[in-house]
């Protein structure tokens, strides 16, 4: 487990979001969408769909906006009933892929956040990137994942050690009509 620096230049840098407002659903799918090679930057999301100040944008609003919409698609992973829990469904039982997760974290405050996942395969580790973090991704080796408690864990270290509950998780591709081959 470490940190792993974002490009200084390219699209997953230019992903990050606007610090003062309630937009962390606008960031991960900036950075999905980034990770996926869509041109889909956090600036046209935002004018499509601005971030509330005081509460968060909810994923599927973001996700259902014009842009969103028409370039990327997105389902629903079913991660509540996994032995292990939801955290160790995500980071050990998805296959390979980005996926964005909304969590509760509970420390000094309780709040709902988002973060995306780049999944290397099930049982493989993956790459927590999540703005508010700055520039740099939380890498998940395969001795993060290989039990629930380890795997819960490194979520929580990158936390600062509050408990972080999986609720949602949603896995994301390129739209059909979006070339990905640059």
Same mark, same amino acid.
Request: hydrophobic share 45%.
């Given at each position: 487990?470490?940190? !792993?620096?974002?490009?200084?230049?390219?699209? +997953?840098?230019?992903?990050?979001? @606007?610090?003062?407002?309630?937009?962390?659903?606008?960031?991960?799918?900036?950075?999905?969408?980034? +990770?996926?090679? *869509?041109? +889909?930057?956090?600036?046209?999301?935002?004018?499509?769909?601005?971030?509330?100040?005081?509460?968060?944008?909810?994923?599927? /609003? *973001?996700?259902?906006?014009?842009?969103?919409? +028409?370039?990327?698609?997105?389902?629903?992973?079913?991660?509540?009933? *996994?032995?292990?829990?939801?955290?160790?469904?995500?980071?050990?039982?998805?296959?390979?892929? !980005?996926?964005?997760? @909304? !969590?509760?974290?509970?420390?000094?405050?309780?709040?709902?956040?988002?973060?995306?996942?780049?999944?290397?395969?099930?049982?493989?580790?993956?790459?927590?990137?999540?703005?508010?973090?700055?520039?740099?991704?939380?890498?998940?080796?395969?001795?993060? !994942? @290989?039990?629930?408690?380890?795997?819960?864990?490194?979520?929580?270290?990158?936390?600062?050690?509050? /408990?972080?509950?999986?609720? /949602?998780? *949603?896995?994301?591709?390129?739209?059909?009509?979006?070339?990905?081959?640059?």
């Amino acid at each position: 487990m470490g940190a !792993v620096p974002v490009p200084k230049d390219g699209a +997953l840098a230019k992903a990050f979001g @606007v610090q003062g407002k309630r937009d962390c659903s606008h960031v991960a799918v900036a950075i999905a969408s980034a +990770l996926l090679r *869509v041109a +889909l930057p956090y600036a046209r999301l935002a004018a499509d769909q601005p971030p509330h100040r005081t509460k968060n944008t909810a994923l599927a /609003t *973001v996700l259902n906006s014009k842009a969103a919409a +028409l370039l990327l698609s997105a389902s629903p992973e079913d991660v509540g009933n *996994v032995k292990g829990g939801p955290e160790y469904a995500l980071l050990a039982g998805m296959p390979a892929g !980005v996926f964005i997760a @909304v !969590v509760t974290i509970c420390g000094r405050s309780t709040e709902e956040h988002a973060f995306v996942y780049q999944s290397f395969g099930e049982g493989c580790g993956g790459v927590l990137y999540d703005g508010r973090k700055g520039q740099s991704g939380l890498q998940l080796d395969v001795q993060d !994942v @290989v039990r629930p408690q380890p795997a819960r864990a490194a979520v929580s270290s990158w936390y600062g050690g509050a /408990t972080v509950r999986v609720h /949602t998780v *949603v896995s994301l591709s390129a739209s059909a009509a979006v070339d990905t081959s640059r």
